[in-house]
Nanobody, 124 residues
Framework: QVQLVESGGGLVQAGGSLRLSCAATGRTLSSYAMAWFRQAPGKERAFVAGISKSGSNTYYADSVKGRFTISRDNAPNTVYLQMNNLRPEDTAVYYC?????????????????WGQGTQVTVSS
């Protein structure tokens, strides 16, 4: 079983950047495909970006393509989400998630493990 802890959230002005980190303990991160989801107030949790076990495949929600980049470094057991050109509509709690089948899914139900989330607030 893997435990996930997100960090790096905060308050930023529109147009700014943040880098989120997701650190894994308990099992090596290379055993899992990883993803970032987000949940804005009053809205359902939604897929943001995903990355395969090896890191060779990535995929993104249309709303963040060209602005966000997901990456992983299996040596320190960490997944990152680089967020550039942030917009007020990116304001949400961001969660990282892990699944072991490497199916590159955007569906919440395909992920077995979740972090506690980190708040990102973008001011206009």
């Amino acid at each position: 079983q893997v435990q996930l802890v997100e960090s790096g959230g905060g308050l930023v002005q529109a147009g700014g950047s943040l880098r989120l980190s997701c650190a894994a303990t308990g099992r090596t991160l290379s055993s899992y495909a990883m993803a970032w989801f987000r949940q804005a107030p009053g809205k359902e949790r939604a897929f943001v970006a995903g990355i395969s076990k090896s890191g060779s495949n990535t995929y993104y929600a249309d709303s963040v393509k060209g602005r966000f980049t997901i990456s992983r470094d299996n040596a320190p057991n960490t997944v990152y989400l680089q967020m550039n050109n942030l917009r007020p509509e990116d304001t949400a709690v961001y969660y990282c998630a892990a699944e072991s089948r490497n199916i590159l899914s955007a569906r919440i139900e395909d992920y077995n493990y979740w972090g506690q989330g980190t708040q990102v607030t973008v001011s206009s």
